[in-house]
């Protein structure tokens, strides 16, 4: 599958962002996002069955960040308010297997497919 990221960019602390990730060849099950900090390893942030609309949140990010899909689009939505500093990162659209992404840890090698990535600075 082609994952094809969008939406980065600079935002103050306390702001928000939308990020974007359009799929597009074969069939998704899961779609993520992960991101990766400067001198850190990449590390998940949430996930999204595709089919049932369930999704799987990092406790960093919960009850900030939001993930959505439009299936007519084939198109996630990473939806972040209230970003702090420490959401600096590349952010990373995934796809790979429901039972892979559905688990309490998620290490970036259950990932199967990986788009491009897009650069989230957040000032302070």
């Known amino acids: 599958v082609q994952l094809q990221a969008s939406g980065g960019g600079l935002v103050q602390a306390g702001g928000s962002l939308r990020l974007s990730c359009a799929a597009s060849?074969?069939?998704?099950?899961?779609v993520g996002w992960f991101r990766q900090a400067p001198g850190k390893e990449r590390e998940f942030v949430l996930a999204?069955?595709?089919?049932?609309?369930?999704?799987n949140y990092a406790d960093s990010v919960k009850g900030r960040f939001t993930i959505s899909r439009d299936i007519l689009k084939n198109t996630v939505y990473l939806q972040m308010n209230n970003l702090k500093p420490e959401d600096t990162a590349v952010y990373y659209c995934?796809?790979?297997?429901?039972?892979?992404?559905?688990?309490?840890?998620?290490?970036?090698?259950?990932?199967?497919?990986w788009g491009q990535g897009t650069l989230v600075t957040v000032s302070s």
């Open positions: 995934a796809a790979g297997q429901i039972s892979r992404f559905f688990q309490r840890v998620v290490p970036a090698t259950y990932v199967a497919d």
């Open positions: 999204i069955n595709w089919s049932t609309g369930s999704t």
């Open positions: 060849g074969r069939t998704v099950s899961a």
